[in-house]
Structures are given as C-alpha cells and as structure tokens.
C-alpha cells in the first residue's frame, strides 16, 4: 500500500487497543499511511515484586513474550543466567538489556517445546541392573539431559538436574509447565494484565457519531 494511500480522501480514524508502550509504534505506522490513529488501550501491564532464585549453572529462565522479558529486566541484574526465548523481540530486548546468554529463540511455544524435549531426552532410570519390569514396561524415566548445545551446560560440564524457570505473566495461552510436565518447571509470575472497564469519553463520542473505521485488537494472553 503506498505511503498515504487515504489522502485524496477524509482521513480514517483507527483504534489502536494495545498497551500505551507499544501502541505509539503503530500509531506512527497507522499516522504514515494516512489513517488518523486513537489510541484506547483496553488492557495494561502491571510488573510484580517477584523474587528470582538464586543464579546455578543447572537452571534455564524460559520466555516466552516480551512483557515477561521486560518484566525479567527490571528484577534481574545477574547476566550469567542462559535463557530460552519465544520470539526475536524479546530476545533482542534481552540482549539490549546485556543478557548475552540467549541460547535458543523459538519461533512459538509448541517449537520451544520441541527443543527442549530434544536437547533434554529422557534415559531410563536403572533398578537392580535392569531398566525394565517383568513385564516389559519401563520401571522409571529420569530426565537426566544428553544435552547437545554446549551453552547449555554447567560449569562443571554436568547435565544432570536441569531446572527451568518459566518467567510468565499470570495469563497464558499454552502453558509450559503443563507441556514439559516431565521436567522440572517453576513457574514465576513477573506480571499481571490488567484489563481497562469502560472506553474513554473521547472514543465514545466517536462510536455515537460512527467516526470510526477500524479497530485494532490484540490478545491480552501470551
């Protein structure tokens, strides 16, 4: 679409529904092409005063939006810690932010999912020599990682008893502890989403006199 496409015309008006910090990006974006944007955030983002665990060579941090890497930001002054990521935007914020330890950016969470259970697989948990029952059925399985990434691995190159750390919001779409439930996951909830009750007057008035030509919607959940 050509830069002001609406021109020749009365400038549209859109509304942009996401969070202040990110809606002014696209109302720039919106203003460029001839569209006259209103910003209505229907919902915010409140960080919470949560506590990390102490730092171990062992531990993962997992996230997966860029809220939960803002969130990450502003309790976290250890950079040592090896993060796993959903998405370049939240990496990047990261590596901005002198996090230099991302070792995996995952396209969505089913792709993260997927790398873990890779890097991570599971053996079978020996009893008395003999990995399995009488009857043929694994007696136990330990997730003791081959892990194939050396970034993953501890100082003292040792695999065993990874932990991971999912540093989330207090709503999500798919959660990652219920996905990866035969590992070790602890969920950290770093922010909350708090969502607006009534429209502004301004956007009210604009609905009455039906000036409004479209309306931006973006999901509360990551």
């Known amino acids: ?31 460029n092409l001839g569209i006259k944007p209103i910003i209505e955030s229907c919902f915010s983002i409140r960080f919470l005063p949560a506590e990390l665990p102490v730092y171990k060579s062992n531990k993962l941090i997992i996230i997966t939006s860029i809220n939960g890497a803002r969130a990450f930001g502003k309790i976290c002054a250890d950079y040592r810690w090896k993060i796993l990521t959903v998405g370049e935007k939240a990496a990047k914020f990261l590596r901005g932010r002198s996090f230099a330890n991302i070792v995996h950016v995952a396209e969505n969470v089913d792709e993260l999912v997927k790398f873990v259970k890779l890097q991570f697989p599971p053996c079978h948990s020996r009893v008395g020599g003999n990995p399995y029952s009488r ?33 989330r919001g207090n709503k999500v779409r798919k959660n990652l502890k219920t996905a990866l439930k035969k590992f070790s996951v602890t969920d950290i909830i770093l922010y909350e989403t708090v969502e607006k009750k009534s429209l502004s007057a301004q956007t009210i008035q604009l609905i009455k006199n039906e000036k409004i030509s479209g309306i931006l919607f973006y999901s509360a959940i990551k």
């Open 1 to 31: 679409m050509p830069k002001r496409f609406f021109e020749a015309m009365e400038k549209p008006v859109f509304l942009v529904t996401r969070p202040a910090a990110e809606a002014k990006a696209t109302a720039r974006k919106l203003d």
């Open 135 to 167: 009857d043929g059925e694994v007696l136990a399985v330990v997730y003791r990682p081959v892990v194939m990434d050396s970034r993953l691995r501890g100082n003292d190159k040792s695999t065993l008893g990874i932990e991971f750390i999912y540093a």
